[in-house]
């Protein structure tokens, strides 16, 4: 059975205005591969609606999975859940059981459950809720679509809780050797190998530093005995 | 005038494995705010053609400038020439231009221009070259679509090169302050300061370190006075 592909939609303006690098991506990027799971895609769009929709609807029929995240707090640009209802065409409105997980929560902290924190509790209807242990406002999945916050330290919990209940596919292996020669130079023989062993994938990346060139080449695929055996190929090819 | 509005497409799995962090969206990003260009909408895909010919084309249908990354060096894995001609639906072969340069660089460097290496001057017809002093193989510019290299140093390069013929706006300013209270205080403040000043945009960024919480409240416009009147009315309201 061949492994699940999924995509990620990122949504804010965070990593759009160069004011922060990504780092959800990467976490979910790292996790996804030791699960099986093939990110296949990721769109990062920026607080608009129609960006927002448009995205969804494309990737939650392309893919057998979608992971959001941003947009779900409590502020007026924090628009997700009401686009994935729009997107994915559930109706939205303050839900009981997410009212009840906030209100627990802010009476705890002393704080008020106010108009603004009361948006958090808007979930579409026919969704499954996403326990977030840091700050308790849940996200949720609705068919594929996983609903995540942006912060980096809920992003990561919400992922936690979701990722044993997605059927993922063999690992994903990967090996990789160091190559101080010209990728125009390794492309010929890699192409041969990437030929033969039509089961694994072969990626080629160049590198410049300390008044050094060459490529790391990396090879991927779930049978760890063919890997090994394109590794030891790789190696008489280059390892001279 | 309305800034221009752009898109990014970055081609490759080193992200999408986990492989690596990404360093040219978030290079980009910050010299297209500098410059007064929107970076609305970034996309990553692998290395399959009918993912990169499918995002060009509607990347570049819907905005101003695309820039692509990642997919134009000698290996097989290496098609995006191929693909944005496709798009755009332009010829491609070995061109004349391309060719004397990577021929010069070669002889210099006392390198062979084989096969392998003569696809870097694969490019499509109508297309202007893209210098690259890193390592000499262009990148090339087909209607408002930019292809660059994916090594950052090149492509940080080709950035540098391509930017003083793009028209930009009025840079995109910015301010910042942190505020140690929930964004469910914020919110409600905060969006009647974004209904005030509908010329701004004011985005919320949650935080959680070190036992503490709160959120830094950027906002960004083209008129620096707004954005301090705007800032002046945050502090009154947060610095309490």
């Not at 895609?41 to 608009?48: A, G, H, L, N």
């Not at 990737?59 to 409590?74: M, N, Q, R």
């Not at 125009?184 to 033969?196: K, N």
């Amino acid at each position: 059975m061949p492994n699940p592909r999924a995509a990620m939609l990122v949504i804010g303006d965070e990593i759009l205005s160069g004011r922060t690098r990504d780092a959800n991506m990467h976490f979910l990027a790292g996790e996804f591969t030791k699960r099986g799971i093939d990110l296949a895609e990721v769109r990062i769009v920026s607080d608009e609606r129609a960006a927002i929709v448009g995205a969804l609807k494309a990737l939650s029929a392309a893919f057998d999975i979608v992971v959001t995240s941003g947009g779900i707090g409590p502020t007026h640009d924090d628009i997700t859940a009401d686009c994935v209802a729009e997107a994915m065409g559930a109706p939205i409105g303050v839900r009981e059981d997410a009212r009840a997980i906030l209100a627990e929560h802010y009476e705890r902290t002393g704080k008020e459950l106010n108009e603004a924190r009361l948006r958090m509790a808007r979930i579409p209807d026919g969704a499954t809720l996403i326990e977030n242990p840091v700050s308790a406002a849940p996200g949720f999945t609705l068919g594929n679509v996983h609903v995540m916050a942006g912060v980096p330290s809920v992003f990561q919990a919400m992922v936690a809780s979701v990722l044993p209940k997605i059927t993922g596919g063999a690992p994903m292996l990967s090996q990789s050797i160091r190559v101080e020669r010209g990728e125009g130079d390794i492309a010929g023989p890699l192409r041969i190998l990437a030929e033969e062993f039509t089961d694994l994938s072969f990626g080629s990346y160049p590198f410049y530093d300390a008044g050094l060139h060459g490529a790391n080449i990396v090879v991927r695929g779930t049978d760890p005995g063919r890997v090994d055996a394109a590794m030891m190929r790789l190696n008489d090819l280059f390892a001279a």
